[in-house]
């Protein structure tokens, strides 16, 4: 008799167990989706400003570089955009002629499963100006 009235005590035990795991279980789970969804869209803004970079370094120094900005950054929020997983992205750029380098950093949002878990996100990337030069050869002579 013992064993059956024991058996009884423990009836429901298993379903308010999983009624306490489950959530802390699936938060869990969802917060390990939000880690990698934010580490994907960080990746897309440090591609997104690379892509920057590449377009804004090739601007000839003596031309007004300050006109191709603007362009450069509406390309790179445009990239960010088309690779998604980035809400609001934000591009800035700097052309610094004395130092020689340009950068372009890209800020937003990643998208976020759990509500009230804004995560920013932001990629930066630099390079010198390109400069082309003729090849005069090893004399000097235009060949």
């Not at 009624?19 to 880690?35: G, K, Q, R, S, Y």
């Amino acid at each position: 008799m013992n064993g059956v009235s024991g058996r009884r005590s423990e009836r429901g035990a298993t379903a308010i167990e999983m009624a306490i795991v489950a959530p802390a279980f699936l938060l869990f789970i969802f917060a390990i989706i939000e880690v990698a969804l934010w580490m994907h869209a960080r990746d897309i803004a440090q591609a997104a400003a690379r892509e920057g970079v590449s377009e804004l370094r090739v601007v000839d120094p003596g031309s007004q570089a300050g006109a191709f900005q603007g362009s450069v950054e509406a390309a790179a929020e445009d990239y960010a955009r088309r690779l998604g997983d980035i809400q609001d992205p934000v591009a800035t750029s700097t052309y610094d002629e004395a130092s020689g380098r340009v950068t372009v950093t890209l800020t937003g949002e990643a998208i976020d499963l759990i509500p009230g878990w804004d995560l920013s996100v932001s990629g930066s990337a630099s390079g010198l100006i390109e400069t082309f030069r003729p090849d005069f050869g090893e004399n000097g002579d235009d060949e």
